[in-house]
């Protein structure tokens, strides 16, 4: 992920894996670090589905956090 910056906006978003591709849910628009907060309270099934897209780069939550 080239943007490290904690106060950097990030699209915090769930890509579900619907029948015919799923779709993105967004959870919340706003700095890196709230959305890294946001993404540790969710579920594990709901991690597996997590993404931060800044505005370069795409990282799956698990990845970023090394998981």
Not at 27 to 55: C, H, K, N, S, W
Request: aromatic share 6%.
């Amino acid at each position: 992920m080239r943007t490290t910056n904690d106060h950097a906006t990030v699209r915090l978003y769930h890509l579900d894996g619907g029948p015919e591709g799923g779709a993105a849910n967004t959870l919340m628009y706003g700095p890196l670090l709230e959305a890294l907060r946001l993404a540790e309270q969710q579920p594990q099934e709901v991690q597996e589905g997590l993404f931060i897209a800044t505005d370069n780069d795409v990282v799956a939550y698990l990845d970023l956090i090394g998981e």
